[in-house]
């Protein structure tokens, strides 16, 4: 008897697992012969455009999907370095700035002196100047802005904008 309640469940399952099957959509088959598997793959989610083209073509592509080793392999190890400065060793931007243009003025130095040591001659770097006129200007708008925001404090402290003055002690007392 009980191995016949064990066929009779075995059929009802089948039965059940036949009649979800049957109701189910039925899936398409791939074929390969329509094109590789290489041309399909190279297609973002069976759009029309490559996964390069999509990436912007040429060079930022081919770093990007490693076709050209030493580069991709170069801007991993620069990304390393930088994500190792700033969270394992703590560092900041602008002491990486430094650090590096501290580096620079050694190597520009050691050039200089060695080169004259050794009768060779020294490197020819230009001098970088920036025109008085920029500063000049940079200093003017920032003068305008500071000087417009003392205005609006004075204006704000003076009673003479209300609105402003009763939105700012409601600021304070909140």
């Not at 040429?58 to 999907?65: I, Y």
């Not at 580096?103 to 025109?131: D, H, K, Y």
């Not at 008085?132 to 305008?144: H, Q």
Request: proline share 3%.
């Amino acid at each position: 008897m009980p191995e016949h309640s064990e066929n009779a469940t075995a059929n009802i399952m089948g039965s059940i697992v036949d009649a979800i099957a049957d109701n189910l959509p039925k899936q398409k088959s791939v074929r390969f012969e329509e094109g590789s598997i290489s041309d399909q793959a190279k297609r973002l989610f069976g759009g029309q455009k490559s996964v390069h083209h999509i990436l912007g073509g040429g060079k930022s592509a081919d770093v990007l999907l490693w076709r050209n080793k030493k580069i991709s392999s170069s801007a991993l190890a620069v990304a390393t370095a930088v994500w190792v400065f700033f969270e394992w060793l703590d560092y900041h931007f602008l002491t990486i700035a430094c650090f590096v243009l501290v580096l620079g003025m050694v190597v520009q130095f050691a050039w200089s002196t060695f080169a004259g040591m050794l009768n060779g001659s020294p490197s020819n770097i230009p001098r970088v100047e920036l025109p008085d006129e920029m500063f000049a200007n940079i200093g003017a708008a920032i003068g305008t802005q500071v000087n417009k925001f003392l205005g609006t404090l004075q204006d704000v402290s003076c009673g003479r904008d209300l609105k402003q003055f009763l939105l700012v002690w409601m600021q304070l007392c909140s």
